[in-house]
């Protein structure tokens, strides 16, 4: 009797909370320790970029799948290029979600790592140290623990998850997510994208307010080359034609006043939301079409003589703008600043750029996860200042967010790239748990 009825209520349970996970009670702390485990070892396999040989990082990744009976896939663009896929099959009901992160890294160099080795995979300070630590293997790793637990629950799903890891995605993505793209889309056809570009913080967005912000979409890169001519001399003897003062003053017209930019709906959102936002360069970069002045190269011999008038000056630029901003008007109102003593190659043309919308069941299910596990948290969709693999997807028709559920301080959020790249090992917890949470709101039947 009493099992008849616990079997009953077993069963309401079942058809009442359908997002509920059906399989036993998770044990999030053994998880949670085998994520930590997976992401040392993970960081340990030197992926950097060039050359970029993951065919250790994803043999790695293959036997953690196969361990559990999950097949593994791999496709090998080129020798190392290795990109890799594995599949929950749901009943199809709906197109698959794709988990995507990248196995390839930005060089490091070691002797500006504080004695850390950055491919040590040290866990310190109750973080786990590493290049790739955030971007983007310790974010991998979270979503690989979160399709894992999906497996080990058994739960049944009205679509497929794929778990991807692609290379090549921090020079461009010709060998991973292009040559996915071009060679095996059919395969994928994936309605969501979840990668990375998001994330959580309490100071980046608005101070003192624990801000979520999802990536849907990224500002294009806009390169330029700009040359200055004018008349080889002797420094002793100055004149008009220096093409180092050319260039000076070139440049400070461009400089001289803001850059044009254009509303953009998403941004409007985020600021709705949110009010007023902080200063510093992340927002003032999200809010508008910004430009560096990345390097500066004149002078005659190496290194240059100091006394020597060159005849040649040139500079580069990298401007980001918004989507949907128009690059040929950017670039005449750039050429017209410089002057037309200034030439200007464009070196990177302006990609197109699409938006996913944030009124989809996927934005909503983030959300709910999110705030699940932070309730004090305002989610808000929002512009990146970089490019990721989202963009070849968007273009494709694939609706993509980029989010690392992880509140990172501006230290940690800075330390992608930088020397001490590092990821808090007290947040793995609720990092899975929102993927987990968000996976079963959507896929479980
Ligand atoms: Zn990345």
Same mark, same amino acid.
């Given at each position: ?55 250790? @990082? ?106 991807? @890891? ?210 004090? @948290? ?34 940690? @959020? ?32």
């Amino acid at each position: 009797m009493i099992s008849f009825s616990l079997r009953t209520l077993c069963l309401v349970i079942l058809l009442v909370l359908p997002t509920m996970a059906r399989g036993q009670e998770i044990d999030w702390k053994t998880t949670v320790g085998e994520a930590v485990h997976t992401l040392q070892r993970y960081l340990r396999f030197n992926t950097t970029n060039p050359p970029g040989d993951v065919t250790e @990082a994803a043999g790695f990744l293959q036997t953690i799948l196969e361990k559990e009976g999950i097949t593994v896939t791999q496709y090998e663009a080129a020798p190392g290029k290795i990109n890799l896929t594995s599949r929950l099959k749901g009943s199809g009901d709906a197109k698959p979600i794709l988990l995507l992160h990248h196995m390839d890294v930005v060089p490091a160099d070691a002797s500006r790592w504080n004695g850390v080795n950055p491919f040590g995979g040290e866990l310190k300070d109750g973080h786990i140290w590493g290049r790739g630590a955030i971007d983007m293997k310790g974010t991998g790793v979270l979503q690989l623990y979160a399709f894992l637990t999906l497996a080990r629950q058994k739960i049944s799903l009205d679509r497929d998850i794929i778990f991807m @890891a692609v290379n090549d995605e921090e020079i461009g993505g010709t060998m991973g997510t292009r040559y996915m793209l071009d060679h095996h889309y059919a395969e994928l056809d994936p309605e969501y994208v979840l990668d990375e570009g998001g994330f959580g913080s309490r100071e980046i967005f608005v101070d003192g307010k624990l801000v979520f912000g999802i990536s849907v979409a990224e500002k294009r890169a806009l390169w330029l080359r700009v040359t200055a001519r004018g008349t080889a001399g002797h420094g002793s003897q100055p004149h008009d034609q220096n093409p180092n003062d050319k260039l000076m003053r070139a440049l400070d017209r461009l400089f001289s006043q803001p850059f044009p930019t254009i509303p953009n709906p998403a941004l409007d959102a985020l600021v709705s939301q949110l009010g007023p936002l902080a200063k510093n360069r992340f927002t003032n970069a999200i809010e508008g079409t910004t430009v560096s002045l990345t390097s500066l190269q004149s002078g005659v011999g190496d290194p240059p003589k100091a006394n020597v008038i060159p005849s040649l000056a040139t500079a580069t630029l990298d401007a980001r703008l918004l989507p949907g901003m128009d690059a040929e008007a950017f670039l005449q109102e750039v050429k017209t600043r410089l002057g037309g003593e200034i030439e200007v190659e464009v070196i990177h043309p302006a990609s197109q750029s699409v938006v996913t919308p944030h009124d989809t069941p996927m934005f909503r299910s983030l959300s709910n996860a999110i705030s699940r596990h932070h309730p004090d @948290a305002t989610v808000v969709p929002m512009i990146i200042p970089y490019g990721t693999d989202s963009r070849m997807f968007r273009l494709r028709g694939a609706k993509c967010y980029g989010i690392l559920p992880l509140v990172l301080s501006t230290e940690l @959020a800075t330390s992608i790239h930088g020397d001490a790249e590092r990821i808090p090992v007290d947040q793995f917890e609720t990092g899975i748990r929102i993927y987990y949470d968000t996976l079963v709101e959507m896929t479980a039947r």
